[in-house]
T-cell receptor, first 116, second 111 residues
Framework: GAVVSQHPSWVICKSGTSVKIECRSL??????MFWYRQFPKQSLMLMAT?????????EQGVEKDKFLINHASLTLSTLTVTSAHPEDSSFYICSARGGGYGNIQYFGAGTRLSVL | DAKTTQPPSMDCAEGRAANLPCNHS???????VYWYRQIHSQGPQYIIH???NNETNEMASLIITEDRKSSTLILPHATLRDTAVYYC????????????FGKGTKLSVKP
C-alpha cells in the first residue's frame, strides 16, 4: 500500500509556543489530506480536510485559527498548533488519499504532542 | 455516512481464525465497507474494503452479506501481532468522503 510519512513522531513544547507537524505522501500524489486527533482511550476524531491548493475545511468545534493547515503541494500538508496549551496535548494523525490508490485513505504513524 | 455497530471487544486464540462482525443496516447502495486497524500508539492501517462482493487480500478476507447490512472481517490465522482495535467504516469513498471512526472492536489474540 501507499506510504504516508509524518514528522515528528513525538514533540514536547512549552505552553504558548507553536508546533508544526508535517505529513508527506511518499509514493503518490495526495489530492486530499486529512488531520485527525485522538485522546487517550478514545477513537480518532476528524479535525479537517484539505485539498491541494485550497483552504482546509474544518469540522465543527475545531478552531481554524488555532490549528493552521497548509496543503501547498500534492505530497505535503502541515498542521501548525498555534499558542499550544496543555489541553492541546494529544495524538495527531494525518491521512492522505489519491494517486493510483483510488479512494483508500492511508495514515501516517502519528505525532504525540505534549504541552507543558 | 451510515453508522456501524461492532462489539467492543473479542478474544481469539493464536493460530485460530478471528472473525470480527460489523453491522451496517443503514448502508446506502453507493457506500463501501472499509476495515482499518490501529495497533497501540500507531496510526490506523488499511486492511481491506468492498462494495458487495467478498474480497480477499494478503491480510484478510471480507465477507459482506447479500443484503449488505452486515459484514465480517476474517483474519485466517491470528497472531499476537494482530492484537489491535479494528474499525469497520462505511463510506462512499468519493472525492468528498472522509472516514469517520467509531469505537471499533478491541481484538486480543492470546497465546
Amino acid at each position: 500500500g501507499a506510504v504516508v510519512s509524518q514528522h515528528p513522531s513525538w514533540v514536547i513544547c512549552k505552553s504558548g509556543t507553536s508546533v508544526k507537524i508535517e505529513c508527506r505522501s511518499l509514493d503518490f500524489q495526495a489530492t486530499t489530506m486529512f488531520w485527525y486527533r485522538q485522546f487517550p482511550k478514545q477513537s480518532l476524531m476528524l479535525m479537517a480536510t484539505s485539498n491541494e491548493g485550497s483552504k482546509a475545511t474544518y469540522e465543527q468545534g475545531v478552531e481554524k485559527d488555532k490549528f493552521l493547515i497548509n496543503h501547498a503541494s500534492l505530497t505535503l500538508s502541515t498542521l501548525t498548533v498555534t499558542s499550544a496549551h496543555p489541553e492541546d496535548s494529544s495524538f495527531y494523525i494525518c491521512s492522505a488519499r489519491g494517486g493510483g490508490y483510488g479512494n483508500i485513505q492511508y495514515f501516517g504513524a502519528g505525532t504525540r504532542l505534549s504541552v507543558l | 455516512d451510515a453508522k456501524t455497530t461492532q462489539p467492543p471487544s473479542m478474544d481469539c486464540a493464536e493460530g485460530r481464525a478471528a472473525n470480527l462482525p460489523c453491522n451496517h443496516s443503514t448502508i446506502s447502495g453507493n457506500e463501501y465497507v472499509y476495515w482499518y486497524r490501529q495497533i497501540h500508539s500507531q496510526g490506523p492501517q488499511y486492511i481491506i474494503h468492498g462494495l458487495k462482493n467478498n474480497e480477499t487480500n494478503e491480510m484478510a478476507s471480507l465477507i459482506i452479506t447479500e443484503d449488505r447490512k452486515s459484514s465480517t472481517l476474517i483474519l485466517p490465522h491470528a497472531t499476537l501481532r494482530d492484537t489491535a482495535v479494528y474499525y469497520c467504516i462505511v463510506n462512499t469513498g468519493g472525492s468528498q468522503g472522509n472516514l469517520i471512526f467509531g469505537k471499533g472492536t478491541k481484538l486480543s489474540v492470546k497465546p
